[in-house]
């Protein structure tokens, strides 16, 4: 598919719907989800099928949430906080895993692009700069999406400690706060149980 007709497509929409703008994070994110589940052979997860372990909060995340159905709410969405374009699909049902991450020299920084987007970021561009920006913005988000998968990305088999399936537990009162708190999630102190915002408060022990 070309950058524009996957721009036209209904999975990508549904990306920009959630995450509200187009931006090279969200086509990465789109290209990394796609490059993963067509290594696994896998779907998009109505439950809890799939796996999905992103390195990075940036707004590919977003992509990845939409495109493989793993969510926080579901359990199946893990973040790690490396900083790193790195997205990692793990399949429950043939226990395979698949690391997709970013070539070094798959996306090189566009000077004048960056440069632009300090300035909007800060509040300080004026109302041709600002164009100016949102035109670089989209066509840098075009290229990535005109780019081969394996331009862009290594993959590589891993195996992986499967997550625990999401749990649904009875949630109690918190003996400091008093607000209700998944029991699994608490600790128990002075035959009390807390949830951990109150733990190592001052008088929580």
Same mark, same amino acid.
Request: hydrophobic letters at 35%.
């Given at each position: 598919?070309?950058?524009?007709?996957?721009?036209?497509?209904?999975?990508?929409?549904?990306?920009?719907?959630?995450?509200?703008?187009?931006?090279?994070?969200?086509?990465?994110?789109?290209?990394?989800?796609?490059?993963?589940?067509?290594? &696994?052979?896998? *779907? =998009? $997860?109505? %439950?809890?099928?799939?796996?999905?372990?992103? @390195?990075?909060?940036?707004?590919?995340?977003?992509?990845?949430?939409?495109?493989?159905?793993?969510t926080f709410g579901k359990g199946n969405f893990i973040y790690h906080d490396h900083g790193k374009m790195v997205f990692s699909f793990i399949s429950r049902e043939s226990g395979k895993g698949i690391r997709v991450s970013m070539r070094p020299d798959a996306f090189i920084p566009d000077e004048k692009h960056m440069k632009l987007m300090q300035?909007?970021?800060?509040?300080?561009?004026?109302?041709?700069?600002?164009?100016?920006?949102?035109? &670089?913005?989209? *066509? =840098? $988000?075009? %290229?990535?999406?005109?780019?081969?998968?394996? @331009?862009?990305?290594?993959?590589?088999?891993?195996?992986?400690?499967?997550?625990?399936?999401?749990?649904?537990?009875?949630?109690?009162?918190?003996?400091?706060?008093?607000?209700?708190?998944?029991?699994?999630?608490?600790?128990?102190?002075?035959?009390?149980?807390?949830?951990?915002?109150?733990?190592?408060?001052?008088?929580?022990?």
């Amino acid at each position: 598919m070309t950058a524009q007709e996957i721009l036209n497509s209904d999975e990508f929409k549904k990306c920009l719907d959630f995450h509200g703008h187009l931006c090279p994070g969200l086509s990465i994110g789109y290209k990394a989800a796609i490059a993963g589940m067509e290594k &696994l052979k896998a *779907q =998009r $997860s109505e %439950d809890e099928e799939l796996v999905a372990i992103v @390195e990075t909060d940036a707004c590919c995340a977003d992509a990845v949430q939409v495109m493989t159905g793993c969510t926080f709410g579901k359990g199946n969405f893990i973040y790690h906080d490396h900083g790193k374009m790195v997205f990692s699909f793990i399949s429950r049902e043939s226990g395979k895993g698949i690391r997709v991450s970013m070539r070094p020299d798959a996306f090189i920084p566009d000077e004048k692009h960056m440069k632009l987007m300090q300035k909007v970021m800060a509040g300080t561009a004026d109302n041709s700069q600002k164009k100016r920006f949102y035109e &670089l913005h989209r *066509q =840098r $988000s075009l %290229d990535v999406l005109n780019m081969n998968n394996d @331009e862009l990305f290594e993959l590589s088999s891993v195996q992986l400690e499967m997550p625990e399936q999401a749990r649904i537990d009875k949630s109690i009162p918190c003996g400091i706060c008093g607000e209700p708190t998944m029991r699994s999630k608490m600790i128990e102190t002075n035959n009390s149980r807390i949830c951990r915002d109150c733990h190592g408060k001052p008088g929580a022990c």
